[in-house]
């Protein structure tokens, strides 16, 4: 049987607090991803939890759920060449305020996963350390932040086969390092990372 969490809804019940996350920030390839949700107070599901701990199907379902019952959420991404102008922590960071601008139900607070936030607005905000694991709308930002990620990487697996995105989804494992020594890199992977030689081929 699943086991069941229960999370506290948000950090700050008062007032409109929109839970933040971002997905895809260690990755060697694709972009990365970010979503803010604001729940309702009487929001529960009891499997919503920080996404790395919860197994790709319930995700789906789970997504499913808080798009169902969010009272607002929205969900952004910044592209590899972005990422490689700017670097992946202040592209983590743009994503994740794009995400609050696409909000329809402006927040009053912020809630975001981690240690390091640039203001956003005139917002106050708290940083969470392991946050999606303590707050479900940080969780439930996880979530979707991390599903619209995956779906992204299994779409451009079709034109990428050997790299396998379809499973690792653009993250650095012995798989993905492999195939990158095999063929290179491509025009999704991240240059800024210097993942590998100069030499090697790069794919278009």
């Given at each position: 049987?699943?086991?069941?969490?229960?999370?506290?809804?948000?950090?700050?019940?008062?007032?409109?607090?929109?839970?933040?996350?971002?997905?895809?920030?260690?990755?060697?390839?694709?972009?990365?991803?970010?979503?803010?949700?604001?729940?309702?107070?009487?929001?529960?599901?009891?499997?919503?939890?920080?996404?790395?701990?919860?197994?790709?199907?319930?995700?789906?379902?789970?997504?499913?759920?808080?798009?169902?019952?969010?009272?607002?959420?929205?969900?952004?991404?910044?592209?590899?060449?972005?990422?490689?102008?700017?670097?992946?922590?202040?592209?983590s960071q743009k994503a994740m305020h794009l995400a609050l601008d696409g909000l329809q139900l402006?927040?009053?607070?912020?809630?975001?996963?981690?240690?390091?936030?640039?203001?956003?607005?005139?917002?106050?905000?708290?940083?969470?350390?392991?946050?999606?694991?303590?707050?479900?709308?940080?969780?439930?930002?996880?979530?979707?932040?991390?599903?619209?990620?995956?779906?992204?990487?299994?779409?451009?697996?079709?034109?990428?086969?050997?790299?396998?995105?379809?499973?690792?989804?653009?993250?650095?494992?012995?798989?993905?390092?492999?195939?990158?020594?095999?063929?290179?890199?491509?025009?999704?992977h991240r240059k800024s990372f210097k993942i590998t030689s100069p030499q090697l081929t790069f794919?278009?």
């Amino acid at each position: 049987m699943p086991e069941v969490f229960k999370l506290q809804n948000c950090f700050n019940p008062d007032v409109i607090d929109a839970g933040c996350d971002e997905a895809g920030r260690g990755c060697y390839a694709g972009p990365v991803f970010a979503a803010a949700v604001v729940l309702p107070a009487d929001f529960h599901h009891p499997l919503l939890n920080d996404s790395k701990l919860v197994p790709a199907p319930v995700r789906e379902e789970l997504k499913v759920y808080i798009q169902q019952k969010a009272l607002s959420y929205c969900i952004a991404m910044v592209d590899v060449e972005e990422i490689d102008s700017i670097n992946i922590l202040k592209a983590s960071q743009k994503a994740m305020h794009l995400a609050l601008d696409g909000l329809q139900l402006r927040p009053q607070f912020i809630s975001v996963d981690g240690n390091y936030f640039i203001k956003y607005k005139e917002v106050p905000h708290q940083c969470i350390i392991k946050g999606d694991g303590q707050f479900a709308h940080i969780a439930a930002a996880s979530i979707l932040a991390k599903t619209y990620r995956d779906e992204y990487m299994r779409r451009l697996h079709h034109d990428f086969p050997h790299y396998n995105w379809h499973s690792n989804k653009g993250y650095g494992t012995p798989e993905h390092r492999s195939a990158i020594e095999s063929y290179g890199i491509c025009i999704h992977h991240r240059k800024s990372f210097k993942i590998t030689s100069p030499q090697l081929t790069f794919l278009a």
